[in-house]
């Protein structure tokens, strides 16, 4: 860590050097004015006018990538922040079907983000959007709405042999995947310009790490859903073979886990440890309710076996996850003053 001494200008004024390499980076000069930030902890933030700027742009080289790999370098550029990204070819050649299928297909996973000139070869892609427009508490909130929304409707088609609903609830996990890229785009450009946490609904850069891993958590719930959804349509009528009851108690766990992942993402973004303890509490009230649930099962053969077990490994791996977000809930209440707290 290199350290500066503060001198004094004047009768109320204290300044502090820039160091020397720092300004060369950001192309800072005599003159020029940077903002500066007053955060938690005692902490300053000068921010030079070029990390500022939202219109960061990026060119993808797309000679010789293969398309999944242009595709995901698309995303990538998204999830860093970039405003506008274009994607070129060397000069003489011209851009594949390939690459134009990649181009349009990392489209229709991003949100906010559609071709504004295209010719053959290059594309040019922006995003419109704002980050001033979404909170990451009101995305994390979505996020887990949604997959809350792909269990329900998969329990329900298993329940009501109905594949419809199983379909429905597989439709909105590229839903659920747009929430989580946009929510890792902010997250990083928040990172990489502090005055934009504000405007995500943060005061300070410190949640983000465990917003991060929300986040994460709550996009592979969505896969857990999205794997009972799956079993819906391929089950031989849509259905589990078991009776009535036992489809009331996994109906009944899907409710109890639908609580926790609610709960604990409702505790992180309100810092609220009650809460966390909360989802510990009910979480050990459910721990043993997959088990309890297969032992009491009749004969039946291993494929069928095998189909309920899946539905309640991943009920019960989604109970984890929420568990896991009060972990992080935990910490950054803690972090806090709070009736449980006194930072001194």
Not at 4 to 30: F, N
Not at 92 to 103: D, F, K, W
Not at 154 to 176: G, V, Y
Not at 195 to 216: C, E, H, M, Q, W
Request: hydrophobic letters at 40%; one cysteine or more.
């Amino acid at each position: 860590m290199e350290t500066r001494k503060v001198q004094r200008l004047g009768p109320s004024t204290l300044a502090m050097t820039l160091p020397a390499e720092w300004a060369q980076s950001y192309d800072v000069e005599k003159g020029d004015e940077v903002s500066i930030r007053m955060g938690g902890k005692g902490t300053l933030t000068v921010l030079p006018e070029s990390v500022q700027s939202e219109e960061s742009e990026a060119i993808i080289n797309a000679s010789g990538l293969p398309a999944d790999a242009l595709e995901r370098a698309i995303v990538a550029q998204y999830v860093l922040g970039r405003r506008i990204i274009h994607v070129e070819v060397e000069e003489g050649e011209t851009l594949q079907s390939t690459h134009i299928n990649a181009v349009y297909n990392a489209e229709t996973q991003l949100m906010g983000l559609g071709v504004v000139e295209e010719t053959p070869e290059s594309i040019a892609i922006r995003c419109s959007v704002d980050a001033e427009d979404f909170t990451l508490d009101n995305l994390l909130e979505r996020l887990e709405s949604t997959g809350s929304t792909m269990r329900n409707e998969a329990i329900k088609a298993l329940a009501h042999q109905n594949p419809d609903l199983a379909q429905r609830a597989l439709n909105r996990e590229r839903q659920a995947n747009k929430i989580f890229v946009l929510l890792l785009r902010l997250i990083f450009t928040a990172y990489q310009n502090p005055n934009l946490a504000r405007s995500v609904g943060l005061t300070d850069g410190f949640p983000l790490i465990g917003y991060r891993s929300i986040a994460k958590n709550l996009e592979l719930t969505a896969d857990n859903a999205e794997d009972i959804a799956d079993i819906a349509l391929e089950a031989n009528g849509h259905a589990l073979n078991i009776d009535q009851p036992t489809m009331r108690r996994i109906r009944e766990f899907t409710d109890e886990v639908n609580e926790l992942t609610k709960l604990a993402v409702q505790s992180a973004v309100e810092r609220d440890y009650d809460g966390a303890i909360e989802v510990r509490e009910r979480f050990n009230a459910i721990n043993t309710r997959e088990q309890e649930i297969l032992n009491d099962l009749p004969e039946m053969s291993n494929e069928e076996l095998l189909q309920v077990r899946e539905v309640l490994v991943s009920l019960d791996q989604t109970a984890q996850y929420a568990v896991r977000n009060a972990e992080i809930a935990t910490n950054l209440a803690l972090n806090e003053e709070s009736d449980h707290i006194t930072i001194q």
